[in-house]
């Protein structure tokens, strides 16, 4: 999941247009009313994909001036020792101004920030970095001379993305409780622990879809994987197409002699036929269930199963409902399994049920080329269990509403991100005792921290968002809400947490798949609406249409939408969007 939209405003000669969160079916009839008296309506229309898009296309008369407006927040998790804020600049062409400002507002104070060259050299002297030690700001501002391709060029060298990579100082080992307005949120990632040890199965797809770059791809990832694996781990692979076959039938320790005929066997591999997911995985389970029968894991060890694929079962079992129905009651909650979906061939939700309803998280790999470099970014984020059962206990008088407080596993490089709300009238200081175990103890961490703490530092900077304490807990409620949803044992109780759903992004001005933001004007004659991804994919990716040049008649078709007749803003004459808001980055 990314972020979501807020709000979305747009300005046609003076006429301001303000947004507000409406339940789906709401919004669409609203939508509907504006469309059937030939008035100007829009849409904000949802990919499915699992990156934010946002597009506008309207239709201008000549001469108008028009500012579009776009709020959108995303919580940053933490992953491989920082934050990273990424923003797509694809101007198109030489801009007059074209201007971008991030500002960090960091109360734990920032480490570092760091913008890779991502522009390949392009850009001497900006972006210009000014780091403090709560506040950091990057300005990247290039002049129509310093946008040109080349002296004389009139393309734009601007096309890619601006990355910014920051992270906090941690030298509370009990984390950072950020207290403000009522709630709270703990941000919890502790450093300087031992690894734990791993016992570890890759589980890999090498059906005939996975032939030619897909394939050498996964065996280049595999083989630094299997580099850096630690001793004291022990592992074995699971290649699998209509058959399943095993490196090794037994778990083995990951000396260098081992990891080196892994690196064999995985390299010999030739993908071809058909796809058994469920065979594939209930070996892998059975492998570990048994090594653990047998006494031979390390009690204070972690099991992961990493199942990499690119496409729906094909042989075998392929009601994927059975599939995950077989897996979690092999798995017993004592295994987590990460799953990472290759291109669009997959079933990506299915992946993801699949992981989330066994201690894991999906993750989808697009494109080809670096595909490698995806596969081992993900992997090690997972490759260094730090502590395993870890419970964030607060008082239970004062303390409610609290999102999960109790982890399977804590990786290296990561986050635990807790929230909740306490009654700020009751309480002067908010007490957090954390428990886990770590590679050789049991470890007791506390925290405390003071009401007002925040307040003055949050007050003091117009870029802060003073609310962001509500907002991260209404975020993390919402997504807890939605994976709860997805597995919901009957349909009453999916009912129930549907009605929780809609209450929260109603109350918290969230798209989320059962909302929809319809954006309006003063009189209420022009409407615009923003939804959002059906229900069970990641909150809010969004593709923004103006509908007026849709074809008349219907709201198109959700299921197979029709971009294709829109016209882009751009080539209407219209003022480019030449400044990019300050975005909203809530931690
Ligand atoms: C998981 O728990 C079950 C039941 O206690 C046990 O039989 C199995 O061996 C365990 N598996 C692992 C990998 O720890």
């Known amino acids: 999941p990314t972020g979501c939209l807020l709000s979305f405003s747009r300005t046609v000669d003076g006429t301001t247009f303000t947004s507000s969160i409406k339940e789906k079916t709401v919004a669409r009839a609203l939508y509907a009313q504006a469309r059937a008296k030939d008035k100007l309506a829009g849409l904000v229309r949802s990919s499915a994909l699992d990156m934010e898009n946002f597009q506008t296309e309207v239709n201008i008369l000549p001469g108008a001036k028009v500012q579009f407006e776009l709020h959108y927040q995303e919580a940053k998790w933490r992953k491989l020792g920082s934050y990273e804020h990424r923003l797509h600049l694809q101007p198109g062409r030489l801009a007059r101004h074209l201007e971008v400002d991030v500002w960090i507002i960091e109360p734990q104070g920032i480490r570092f ?44 060298a601007v096309d890619g993305e601006l990355v910014v990579m920051y992270d906090v100082h941690r030298e509370k080992k009990a984390g950072e409780l950020e207290v403000f307005n009522g709630y709270f949120v703990h941000f919890f990632a502790p450093e300087n622990l031992h690894p734990i040890p791993k016992n570890i199965l890759f589980v890999i797809d090498v059906s005939g879809s996975m032939w030619g770059v897909k394939m050498k791809q996964t065996v280049e990832a595999m083989k630094t994987i299997l580099d850096d694996l630690r001793e004291e781990d022990q592992f074995s692979v699971v290649d699998f197409n209509q058959n399943v076959r095993t490196w090794k039938n037994d778990l083995v320790s990951a000396t260098k002699t081992q990891t080196a005929d892994a690196k064999k066997y995985i390299e010999k591999i030739h993908p071809s036929g058909g796809t058994n997911i469920n065979e594939a995985l209930l070996r892998a389970i059975f492998i570990l269930n048994e090594a653990n029968n047998l006494g031979l894991l390390d009690p204070n060890s972690v099991s992961l199963i990493i199942l990499v694929s690119d496409g729906d079962p094909t ?96 990786f290296g490089g990561s986050e635990i991100v807790v929230a909740g709300k306490f009654d700020p009238d009751k309480l002067e200081k908010i007490q957090s005792i954390i428990t886990a175990t770590s590679a050789n103890t049991e470890l007791v961490l506390e925290t405390l921290a003071q009401m007002d703490d925040l307040e003055d530092f949050l007050s003091k900077d117009k870029h802060a968002d003073p609310d962001f304490t509500r907002k991260l807990w209404a975020y993390l409620t919402i997504n807890q809400l939605l994976a709860e949803r997805s597995l919901a044992p009957t349909a009453a109780a999916k009912k129930k947490i549907t009605r929780s759903i809609l209450q929260m992004s109603l109350d918290h001005h969230i798209v989320t798949p059962l909302t929809a933001m319809v954006i309006e004007n003063n009189a209420g004659d022009e409407r615009m609406l ?44 219209a003022q480019v969007l030449e400044s990019t808001p300050p975005p909203h980055v809530m931690r």
């Open 530 to 573: 923003a939804d959002s991804p059906p229900p069970d994919q990641s909150c809010c990716s969004g593709a923004l249409y103006y509908g007026s040049k849709v074809a008349p008649g219907s709201i198109p078709s959700w299921a197979n939408p029709s971009p294709a007749p829109l016209v882009p803003m751009r080539a209407e004459g």
């Open 315 to 410: 042989v075998g079992e392929l009601k994927l409902s059975n599939i995950q129905k077989n897996v979690k009651q092999n798995i017993q909650d004592n295994v987590s399994l990460f799953s990472l979906g290759m291109g669009f061939d997959v079933d990506y939700d299915f992946l993801k049920r699949l992981s989330n309803e066994n201690r894991g998280i999906a993750q989808r790999i697009y494109g080809n080329q670096d595909t490698a470099s995806q596969l081992k970014k993900f992997y090690n984020q997972v490759s260094t269990p730090l502590l395993r059962n870890v419970q964030f206990n607060y008082p239970h008088s004062s303390v409610t509403d609290v999102t999960q407080n109790s982890f399977h596993n804590y």
């Open 113 to 156: 920030v760091h913008v890779p060259d991502t522009f390949e050299g392009h850009f001497d002297g900006v972006p210009v970095i000014s780091k403090g030690h709560q506040k950091a700001h990057i300005s990247f501002r290039p002049t129509v001379a310093q946008q040109r391709k080349c002296s004389k060029c009139s393309e734009t």
